[in-house]
């Protein structure tokens, strides 16, 4: 029997974004721009071109313009129709979801991403879902999570996660994975929250994709405080391993961890670069500022 589908994915979005203060202060780190979107769009574009039809944001304070981002906006509308920029008015409704496409909870207090995963419990109901973090780009075609659901339909269901290979030095940054295989598809048998240094079980971090089954919810209503004070799913998805299986995916792309700057920075750049209308004149600009 076919697995259930993915029909609905989780994005959090209450965290503080304490590293981007003060851009973080007044407007949510989700909404900083890689060129001309802001990341939540990327990943509501990566969700639904995988399929996803029911899209759960879990807010928190200072974070209502990610609904108004969601939203339709007459007056632009009206304006952008009345000056004939009807490119511009079709690029606006092509990021715009469908009447009751989206939902929207609230984490009052930022406990953690495990936390603010729980707090979409009763939205998510009893289905597998994806689990998306908006400041991680996945440069990719398909998108990273299309390629996480033909694993997930492939190996008839279960929880399928993202990792990818960094350099050993930085496992302890992480969550790391530890798994019982070889090549891009694996079973994963473990995984730890930072570990400390010397101590991972691999060199393969959890990159910000899930595909979870709805019984994560019960495990975190459990779950204590982890690493740095903060309920984590990672703690949840190791309870949950001694009951259900877990695959690893070494996908196809490159991540931009645009929680840091240096990320942030460096996915402006390639999105730029990856860009019809902007490629060659930003490639000359990049050149002059390089002294190449
Ligand atoms: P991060 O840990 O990267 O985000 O969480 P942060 O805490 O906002 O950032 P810094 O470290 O202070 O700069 C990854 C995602 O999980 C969400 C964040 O909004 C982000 O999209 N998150 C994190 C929550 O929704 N609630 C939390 O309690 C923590």
């Known amino acids: 029997m076919a697995p259930a589908p993915i029909r609905t994915a989780v994005f959090p979005v209450a965290g503080l974004g304490t590293r981007f203060l003060p851009a973080t202060k007044a407007m949510p780190k989700e ?6 979107r802001p990341l939540i769009q990327y990943v509501y574009d990566e969700a639904k071109a995988a399929g996803v039809e029911k899209f759960i944001f879990v807010t ?4 209502a313009v990610i609904e108004d981002h969601f939203d339709i906006a007459y007056e632009l ?12 008015l079709e690029e606006v409704h092509s990021a715009q979801p469908g009447a009751g496409a989206v939902s929207f909870t609230r984490q009052q207090e930022p406990l953690g991403l495990g936390h603010a995963v729980w707090c979409a419990r009763e939205l998510v109901g009893n289905e597998p879902f994806a689990l998306l973090l908006p400041d991680v780009l996945v440069h990719s075609d398909p998108g ?7 694993v997930y339909t492939d190996n008839g269901g279960g929880n399928v996660i993202a990792v990818e290979e960094v350099p050993e030095d930085q496992t302890h940054q992480y969550g790391v994975v530890e798994i019982d295989g070889e090549g891009d598809v694996f079973k994963v048998t473990g ?3 930072k570990p400390p240094k010397g101590t991972a079980p691999s060199n393969l971090i959890i990159t910000g994709r899930y595909i979870l089954q709805p019984e994560i ?16 799913i990672t703690d949840a998805m190791l309870a949950m391993m001694d009951s259900q299986v877990f695959h690893g995916l070494r996908f196809k792309g490159h991540t931009y961890d645009c929680g840091s700057k240096v990320g942030f920075l460096a996915a402006n750049v390639a999105y730029a ?3 019809d209308d902007l490629a060659a004149p930003f490639h000359a600009e990049l050149k002059r500022l390089l002294g190449l």
Do not use: H
């Open 273 to 275: 670069l990856d860009r």
């Open 217 to 232: 919810f019960d495990l975190l209503e459990k779950t204590e405080k982890g690493a740095g004070g903060e309920i984590q």
């Open 77 to 88: 509308e009206a304006t952008l129709r009345e000056r004939d920029k009807l490119d511009r």
């Open 31 to 36: 909404m900083l721009t890689v060129v001309d």
């Open 60 to 63: 928190g304070r200072g974070k």
């Open 144 to 150: 990273c999570l299309a390629q996480m659901i033909d």
């Open 191 to 193: 995984m730890v929250e």
